[in-house]
């Protein structure tokens, strides 16, 4: 039986995915998969620089607002509801577009879950009970000294992915990139073509910060008020990442304005980095500048007469 054929298109945030993405699926009548692991979440609009309701109307989307803020969502869950989005597209005879910059939520999808060590209790608690005594930030200065690999393509905010990848280490010796890696190669389920953007840093640290501009002149203040209003707490998921934890630390008085945008722009551009790392790290991605659309437009089109 042939497998279905996905079209990947997949980079740092910023590069313009999103916009492609449209504009392939409108002109081939396909749809839109959402890879993106945080516009999963209802209300969370602006900051996670989601499609308008114009750009979904251009393109069908899917698995976009499936859980609230507090729900669990994690690659395992996404890998299962996209499976079978994708099945029904297929057997309706659509081209699919799966989109996004969570690599992990990608991996899961094209390969399955990584077969790391099972939770040790004892060891998990260790862990958690020096991110309650020393802090966040000494947890992950501990990683970086023991998997500075690991440390590289984590946010030092995601403490559950920082313990994760001390634990795993601890039982197997062996950094959990390079388990995951060695699992990138396992056979995927799909036939698969993958499309990265690439932009040269300057340009792309150029776009982060005019975006962050554009966010901010959109309501993201007021969209985090409403979001910790419905009775949200500060320290969900979701709320911790990058944009909505700054703009929280403003709302609290923390931080002055100019301050804020900097430091979402800082760690905008640092999660852009650890993005572009584990990219770059996929020899399966075809990768094309911003103004090569002819190009990827071709690619795809080959991919897909090719039988």
Sequence with gaps: MAKIKLV?????????????????????????????SLQVYRYLD????????????AARHHLIDVVDPDEEFNAALYAGQAGRVIEELAAAGRRIFVVGGTGLYIRALLHGILATPPVDQKIRNYYKELRDS????????LLKKKDPLAAS????????????????LEQSGQSIVVLQRGHAFADSTYDV??????????????????????MAQAGLVDEVRGILARGYDENLKPLQSVGYKQVVSFIRGRYG????????????????????TWFSADDAIFW?????????KNKIEAFYTDR
């Design 8 to 36: 990947v298109i997949c980079s740092a945030t910023a590069t313009g995915k999103t916009r492609l993405a449209i504009d392939l699926a409108r002109a081939a009548g396909g749809e839109i998969v959402n890879a993106d």
């Design 46 to 57: 602006i900051g996670t620089a989601k499609p308008s309701p114009t750009e979904r109307e």
């Design 134 to 141: 020393r802090g966040r930030e000494y947890l992950f200065e």
């Design 153 to 168: 393509q984590i946010n030092p905010n995601d403490w559950v992915r920082v313990i994760r990848a001390l634990e795993v």
């Design 193 to 214: 073509c993958k499309i990265g953007l690439h932009l040269e840093r300057v340009e792309l640290k150029r776009r982060i910060t005019v975006r962050t501009g554009q």
């Design 257 to 276: 304005w100019e301050q804020t945008l900097d430091m979402i722009n800082r760690a905008t551009w640092q999660y852009a980095k650890r993005q572009m």
């Design 288 to 296: 094309f500048g911003q103004d090569e659309q002819e190009k990827i």
